[in-house]
């Protein structure tokens, strides 16, 4: 059975840093391609970062240069570590695996001063 479960998030002040961190379980992170999205209120769910089974990497625009996406392979996870956090980052963000269209439950994340 398939299993993501986010952990990490929580309250930065802009500037700050958080990691998140995608505990997967059922298969093998090195084998698919996974990803982080993220969705505010009244809009809808937006890619963040991908990274692929081969460690390629895509980021949102949005997020270049401040977000990095990384996998453990000993551990079997999928981590976001975010950077340079500004208040337009305030989400819920949510761990994905595009085959098989699997979701992790999400772990809010709150920038504010």
């Known amino acids: 059975q398939v299993q993501l479960v986010e952990s990490g998030g929580g309250w930065a002040q802009p500037g700050g840093s958080l990691r998140l961190s995608c505990a997967v379980s059922?298969?093998?992170?090195?084998?698919?391609?996974m990803g982080w999205y993220r969705q505010v209120p009244g809009k809808a769910r937006e890619m963040v970062a991908m990274?692929?089974?081969?460690?390629?990497?895509n980021y949102a625009n949005s997020v270049k240069g401040r977000f990095t996406i990384s996998r453990d392979d000993a551990k079997n996870t999928v981590d976001l570590q975010m950077n340079k956090l500004n208040p337009q980052d305030t989400a819920v963000y949510y761990c994905y695996m595009p085959s098989g269209g699997h979701w992790g439950q999400g772990t809010q994340v709150t920038v504010s001063s």
């Open positions: 059922g298969f093998t992170v090195s084998s698919k391609v």
């Open positions: 990274i692929t089974t081969v460690r390629s990497t």
